[in-house]
């Protein structure tokens, strides 16, 4: 089977710094892709070299077995929606649609208005789109996935800062897109929002893939150690009485007291502070960030050595 699209040797570089360094990936029909890092890490800069829209320095990129610089009509397949999401803002959402649309396709009105109403856009066609809301682009990008039916979608960071009510109709457009045959390759912050949408996950890092892992392989690694925190007034006193009561390994950070326990280790230990009126300001788990911090604190008590 062919690949949809294959990414060699990628690199980009401007006025001296890179953006993309030496990035290879492959991709299929309809296989959803993400990728995590952190702010200028590279995610946005790669999205664009796919799209043409950023000069490549070196490395080829391919789709359907088309080089995008050597047959520029293949990018009539290729989808967008940057974040922040980039229209023609002084023209309705009408003539921004009917505009992007025939780049692949002429559209009527009707196919228009049919896919804005399945994100309630419908109301807003003749409405500038300099008036929309951050939320009501983002909304507008999609709905040029539905109505151009690309084979690749290209999206940045399409939860983010999402109001709640809406996360699961956005979550619903992708996974239609999906089902129409599109490709899907999003980017994001947080594997978390993703986790379960996606085959594969690339993670970045200084404007390089630092690796490719499957699903499988992303919850197996979600599944490592649970590292949880009180918040107390005496940490050194609490400390040494979870030591010495619960047999656990103890690290302090300020008022912080963190351990390695699951849920219901950690409300005993809650329990028994409050048993011992010790009042427990805040408990909880750390984050993914948090739990490198929580390796490099040294131990409270050196364990004695024989």
Not at 111 to 131: E, P, S
Not at 275 to 302: C, D, H, M, Q, W
């Amino acid at each position: 089977m062919s690949n949809l699209l294959e990414v060699k040797n990628l690199s980009v570089l401007i006025k001296d710094r890179f953006l993309v360094k030496n990035t290879n990936f492959t991709m299929e029909d309809g296989e959803c892709i993400g990728v995590i890092g952190q702010d200028k890490s590279g995610k946005t800069s790669l999205l664009k070299a796919v799209s043409g829209s950023l000069p490549i320095s070196a490395g080829q990129v391919f789709i359907d077995g088309h080089d995008i610089f050597r047959d520029k009509k293949i990018l009539t397949k290729v989808s967008t929606c940057f974040d922040p999401p980039i229209f023609f803002k002084y023209q309705t959402v009408l003539a921004n649609m009917k505009y992007i649309s025939m780049l692949s396709e002429a559209y009527n009105k009707e196919d228009i208005i049919k896919v804005l109403n399945k994100f309630n856009l419908a109301q807003k066609l003749h409405t500038r789109v300099l008036f929309l809301s951050y939320f009501e682009k983002k909304l507008m990008g999609l709905a040029l996935g539905l109505l151009t039916k690309p084979k690749l979608l290209l999206l940045d960071e399409p939860y983010k800062n999402l109001p709640p009510e809406h996360l699961e109709m956005v979550k619903n457009a992708i996974k239609q897109i999906r089902e129409n045959g599109t490709a899907v390759i999003m980017t994001t912050r947080d594997l978390d929002t993703i986790l379960d949408e996606c085959d594969r996950f690339m993670f970045m890092e200084n404007r390089a893939v630092k690796e490719i892992l499957t699903k499988e392989e992303c919850e197996k690694k979600s599944q490592g150690p649970i590292f949880a925190f009180i918040k107390v007034k005496y940490p050194h006193y609490v400390g040494k009485l979870i030591m010495e009561n619960f047999d656990l390994h103890v690290k302090l950070q300020g008022q912080n007291v963190l351990f390695q326990a699951d849920e219901d280790i950690t409300a005993k230990i809650v329990h028994f502070l409050n048993e011992k009126k010790l009042a427990v300001y805040r408990a909880g788990y750390l984050s993914k960030k948090a739990e490198k911090i929580f390796a490099n604190l040294t131990p409270f008590f050196k364990e004695e050595t024989e």
